[in-house]
């Protein structure tokens, strides 16, 4: 009979998140008509049109996944701190408070909540009310749910002392769900612990060092969505910002904010985020690390400031009807005035620029006796002794020329390179001219810091790095110049570290984010990836040289299998397990060494055996052949790992990449290798 009521609410849900969404498109497709005029209707259409798109529904998602029964409060008061905690009206009418938790908020035609958005202040006793503290819940209900339909539900009676917490069957079975596809929300099993951090101020910049498995991932997701709802107009001002390592990652993730309502966020890689040329060369392995070295910033400032000289001869200017001179000692204080300023190279060669032009202003109100117009300013800023000036004491500098004047000749930094470190980044054959020079990867980290020294970088109001432990000093520096007036979140497991300037301890990072105050948060219970499988990674941990707590997981289920092949049979073992896998539900990926990946995917085809790759967000193929170096931050249900050996041999933090690899797994694992295992992972 309860079952059947909750369903009746759930159709009744739907069809009133229907009609709003039909409400929205409606003020959409009439907003010109309505508006008083045309820039008012391009915002109105702006506006619906953003929230036509928020209140998509996914028939296969659930609308609503759990309930709170708020104890009786029959006095005025109490109710009105219900209320309070609510953001609506209560109605005294009614004895019973009752409220359906889900990823949005949905209201009947009369304006009363049939659906409260996870986000909304009362919401968080969802998350954290218990027996010890019931926060006024009586009952607390999860909902199962497949493909959409409600199919089950589960009580925990606080007030009675009751509580499943992590025993939960509906809980349990959400989290142990399949997983084919990008990544879903976890609103439905957010943890205490989780939820604090997701519901952290705005104005607090903080850091997640999460082991595998503990949802470092989603809970920077989830915190992004609820600093929208709890600062919509701030934020749709300044801006979210989610950045990833790679596209496979930004892919995977891509559907968790949708689901819950949220359209207007930014995801970028960092290389995405940096690009301002195409890349054209290469570099070597030590002038990558070089180029990626704080002190490389100190070098690009020090080769634009040291352009900088005092004048050594008055200028003479003449408008046609008068000759103006202006003193060598004036402008000398007119740029040592703009230097002391600090301000970003561009903005003080165009604050010279000005000031010159009011010497002659004031020369020219006091000969005249009238003050010159408008267009006289702007022919005087532009006139031949002004710009020779600018161009003589302070000139012009674009993010190219400064990186290509660094990287042609080093020495002009000064002391921070030996000369072996500068002959690595020395450019062999210098360009003609900045625009015909060709760029690396790494040069690009440059350009963005040379940019930021010429012009400041617009600042979002909130952003979110996972996978952060890779950051090198200078893409650190590049996030900080797009978060200096917001705060970040920090995603990341130092353990997960590959790139040769990964940190070993998170206040590294922090300080070159311009956040060095910023809490680190642990998360160390897992609660995606099985027991064994986390055992198994977890010997590891000693040989990586970083201090991290070991990961502790709630799974007991799931399985793990490492089998010694030949080397004759590898290819084949990998393709029977392949086939295995598919017996049971949910995604299956090899993980392999690159070089390994294109005959790997060469024998599933021979196979007849679909498959894609990570970036296939649409593919509905359950098989991806992935190579080791982009699987970070991914998920999948069984993991097929093929030559440890080789994964571990190529890169220098091989280890590290492969303690990434065998944490990928939420169900299952199998490791086959023909050559021996790295001595760190057989000890016991």
Same mark, same amino acid.
Request: proline content about 6%.
């Given at each position: 009979?309860?079952?059947?009521?909750?369903?009746?609410?759930? $159709?009744?849900?739907?069809?009133?998140?229907?009609?709003?969404?039909?409400?929205?498109?409606?003020?959409?497709?009439?907003?010109?008509?309505?508006?008083?005029?045309?820039?008012?209707?391009?915002?109105?259409?702006?506006?619906?049109?953003?929230?036509?798109?928020?209140?998509?529904?996914?028939?296969? $998602?659930?609308?609503?996944?759990?309930?709170?029964? #708020?104890?009786?409060?029959?006095?005025?008061?109490?109710?009105?701190?219900?209320?309070?905690?609510?953001?609506?009206?209560?109605?005294?009418?009614?004895?019973?408070?009752?409220?359906?938790?889900?990823?949005?908020?949905?209201?009947?035609?009369?304006?009363?909540?049939?659906?409260?958005?996870?986000?909304?202040?009362?919401?968080? %006793?969802?998350?954290?009310?218990?027996?010890?503290?019931?926060?006024?819940?009586?009952?607390?209900?999860?909902?199962?749910?497949?493909?959409?339909?409600?199919?089950?539900?589960?009580?925990?009676?606080?007030?009675?002392?009751?509580?499943? !917490?992590?025993?939960?069957?509906?809980?349990?079975?959400?989290?142990?769900?399949?997983?084919?596809?990008?990544?879903?929300?976890?609103?439905?099993?957010?943890?205490?612990?989780?939820?604090?951090?997701?519901?952290?101020?705005?104005?607090?910049?903080?850091?997640?060092?999460?082991?595998?498995?503990?949802?470092?991932?989603?809970?920077?997701?989830?915190?992004?969505?609820?600093?929208?709802?709890?600062?919509?107009?701030?934020?749709?001002?300044?801006?979210?910002?989610?950045?990833?390592?790679?596209?496979?990652?930004?892919?995977?993730?891509?559907?968790?904010?949708?689901?819950?309502?949220?359209?207007?966020?930014?995801?970028?890689?960092?290389?995405?985020?940096?690009?301002?040329?195409?890349?054209?060369?290469?570099?070597?392995?030590?002038?990558? /690390?070089?180029?990626?070295?704080?002190?490389?910033?100190?070098?690009?400032?020090?080769?634009?400031?040291?352009? #900088?000289?005092?004048?050594?001869?008055? #200028?003479?200017?003449?408008?046609? %009807?008068?000759?103006?001179? #202006?003193?060598?000692?004036?402008?000398?204080?007119?740029?040592?005035?703009?230097?002391?300023?600090?301000?970003?190279?561009?903005? !003080?060669?165009?604050?010279?620029?000005?000031?010159?032009?009011?010497?002659?202003?004031?020369?020219?109100?006091?000969?005249?006796?009238?003050?010159?117009?408008? %267009?006289?300013?702007?022919?005087?800023?532009?006139?031949?002794?002004?710009?020779?000036?600018?161009?003589?004491?302070?000139?012009?500098?674009?993010?190219?020329?400064?990186?290509?004047?660094?990287?042609?000749?080093?020495?002009? /930094? !000064?002391?921070?390179?030996?000369?072996?470190?500068?002959?690595?980044?020395?450019?062999?054959?210098?360009?003609?001219?900045?625009?015909?020079?060709?760029?690396?990867?790494?040069?690009?980290?440059?350009?963005?810091?040379?940019?930021?020294?010429?012009?400041?970088?617009?600042?979002?109001?909130?952003?979110?790095?996972?996978?952060?432990?890779?950051?090198?000093?200078?893409?650190?520096?590049?996030?900080?110049?797009?978060?200096?007036?917001?705060?970040?979140?920090?995603?990341?497991?130092?353990?997960?570290?590959?790139?040769?300037?990964?940190?070993?301890?998170?206040?590294?990072?922090?300080?070159?984010?311009?956040?060095?105050?910023?809490?680190?948060?642990?998360?160390?219970?897992?609660?995606?990836?099985?027991?064994?499988?986390?055992?198994?990674?977890?010997?590891?941990?000693?040989?990586?040289?970083?201090?991290?707590?070991?990961?502790?997981?709630?799974?007991?289920?799931?399985?793990?299998?490492?089998? /010694?092949?030949?080397?004759?049979?590898?290819?084949?073992?990998?393709?029977?397990?392949?086939?295995?896998?598919?017996?049971?539900?949910?995604?299956?990926?090899?993980?392999?060494?690159?070089?390994?990946?294109?005959?790997?995917?060469?024998?599933?085809?021979?196979?007849?055996?679909?498959?894609?790759?990570?970036?296939?967000?649409?593919?509905?193929?359950?098989?991806?052949?992935?190579?080791?170096?982009?699987?970070?931050?991914?998920?999948?249900?069984?993991?097929?790992?093929?030559?440890?050996?080789?994964?571990?041999?190529?890169?220098?933090?091989?280890?590290?990449?492969?303690?990434?690899?065998?944490?990928?797994?939420?169900?299952?694992?199998?490791?086959?290798?023909?050559?021996?295992?790295?001595?760190?992972?057989?000890?016991?």
């Amino acid at each position: 009979m309860e079952l059947a009521a909750e369903r009746t609410h759930l $159709t009744a849900s739907r069809a009133a998140l229907r009609r709003m969404r039909d409400r929205a498109q409606a003020l959409f497709s009439t907003g010109d008509r309505v508006a008083g005029d045309s820039y008012t209707a391009e915002q109105l259409g702006r506006h619906m049109a953003r929230r036509v798109k928020e209140l998509a529904d996914d028939p296969d $998602t659930p609308l609503f996944f759990g309930r709170l029964d #708020i104890e009786s409060r029959p006095d005025a008061e109490n109710r009105l701190d219900t209320g309070s905690r609510l953001g609506i009206e209560n109605r005294p009418d009614i004895g019973k408070e009752t409220f359906h938790i889900g990823r949005r908020h949905v209201t009947d035609d009369a304006g009363e909540p049939m659906v409260l958005d996870w986000r909304a202040p009362l919401s968080r %006793s969802f998350y954290r009310a218990s027996v010890r503290d019931p926060q006024g819940i009586a009952t607390r209900r999860r909902f199962g749910f497949v493909k959409g339909e409600l199919t089950s539900f589960e009580d925990e009676h606080l007030d009675r002392g009751e509580e499943l !917490g992590t025993s939960s069957r509906i809980l349990t079975a959400e989290i142990e769900r399949p997983r084919v596809g990008p990544m879903r929300d976890i609103v439905a099993t957010i943890q205490p612990e989780q939820d604090e951090l997701v519901r952290a101020d705005l104005a607090d910049s903080i850091c997640v060092q999460g082991a595998p498995g503990t949802g470092k991932t989603a809970v920077g997701l989830h915190r992004a969505a609820y600093l929208l709802y709890l600062h919509r107009e701030r934020l749709r001002k300044s801006k979210v910002l989610i950045v990833g390592p790679n596209t496979a990652f930004l892919s995977y993730i891509s559907a968790v904010l949708p689901t819950l309502g949220e359209v207007e966020v930014q995801q970028s890689t960092l290389d995405d985020l940096v690009t301002r040329a195409p890349v054209k060369a290469v570099d070597t392995p030590t002038a990558t /690390a070089i180029k990626h070295d704080v002190r490389i910033a100190e070098a690009l400032r020090r080769t634009l400031w040291n352009r #900088i000289t005092r004048p050594t001869e008055p #200028i003479m200017v003449s408008d046609g %009807s008068y000759r103006w001179r #202006i003193d060598i000692e004036p402008l000398r204080r007119i740029i040592d005035e703009a230097r002391r300023e600090e301000l970003p190279y561009s903005v !003080g060669r165009e604050r010279v620029r000005a000031r010159v032009v009011g010497l002659l202003q004031l020369q020219s109100e006091y000969r005249t006796g009238n003050s010159p117009g408008d %267009s006289w300013l702007r022919k005087m800023s532009k006139i031949g002794p002004v710009t020779g000036f600018l161009e003589a004491t302070w000139p012009a500098v674009t993010a190219e020329s400064l990186v290509a004047a660094l990287l042609t000749d080093p020495s002009a /930094a !000064g002391d921070l390179f030996t000369e072996q470190e500068q002959e690595a980044i020395r450019w062999v054959k210098p360009p003609k001219t900045a625009k015909s020079a060709k760029f690396s990867a790494a040069d690009l980290v440059l350009l963005d810091e040379a940019a930021g020294l010429l012009e400041r970088e617009t600042s979002f109001g909130h952003v979110v790095i996972d996978e952060a432990q890779d950051l090198s000093p200078m893409q650190a520096r590049a996030i900080a110049r797009r978060s200096e007036h917001g705060s970040i979140t920090l995603l990341g497991d130092l353990a997960q570290g590959t790139d040769p300037w990964a940190a070993n301890d998170w206040r590294d990072i922090l300080r070159h984010l311009g956040k060095p105050d910023a809490a680190v948060v642990p998360l160390t219970v897992g609660f995606r990836v099985p027991e064994a499988v986390v055992a198994l990674a977890n010997r590891l941990l000693p040989a990586l040289g970083v201090n991290v707590p070991e990961a502790v997981s709630l799974r007991r289920d799931g399985d793990l299998a490492v089998r /010694a092949v030949s080397e004759a049979d590898l290819d084949g073992a990998v393709m029977a397990e392949v086939t295995a896998a598919l017996a049971h539900e949910g995604s299956v990926a090899v993980i392999a060494a690159d070089t390994a990946v294109e005959r790997l995917r060469a024998h599933l085809d021979a196979a007849g055996i679909g498959h894609a790759t990570p970036d296939d967000v649409d593919s509905e193929a359950r098989v991806m052949v992935v190579p080791a170096m982009i699987v970070k931050g991914l998920e999948y249900d069984h993991v097929i790992v093929h030559e440890p050996a080789d994964i571990v041999a190529a890169e220098p933090k091989g280890l590290n990449r492969l303690y990434v690899v065998l944490t990928r797994a939420v169900s299952r694992l199998s490791v086959l290798h023909a050559k021996p295992l790295p001595e760190a992972l057989t000890l016991s």
